[in-house]
């Protein structure tokens, strides 16, 4: 598992996985670095077979809403392995970060 980077807020403690100047909620400036656990709840996905021009060649793959125990909501492609089902409300655990964004899998 690679460590999921986000950023928090110093002055709402708002946890946000970009890199913004200032804090989206509250405006604060001091926005900090910080390693989220990387586990989370699948809220909902979908199942990708006609991927835009930049993707194609990976599908089919799963785009799912996940609410990180942190009380963040991503979104983020979801691994399955073969022989497994995800289901809304499973548990998911971060593996990595690609260029297009977050990678979990069922945990
Ligand atoms: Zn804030």
Known sequence: MGLFEAFV???CTRVSVRADRCCRYCGASAVLPVILSGHGTLASFTTIRV???????QE???IAVID??????????????????A???DPVIF???RSYGPMFCLS
Do not use: H, K, S, W
């Not at 835009?52 to 060649?57: I, K, L, M, S």
């Not at 990180?68 to 089902?85: F, H, I, K, P, Q």
């Open 87 to 89: 289901t809304i409300g």
């Open 51 to 57: 991927p835009p021009t930049v993707f194609q060649g």
């Open 60 to 62: 089919p793959y799963n």
């Open 9 to 11: 807020c110093d002055g």
């Open 68 to 85: 990180l125990d942190e009380g963040l909501r991503v979104t983020a492609r979801l691994t399955v392995a073969e022989g497994r089902e």
């Open 95 to 97: 593996e990595e970060m």
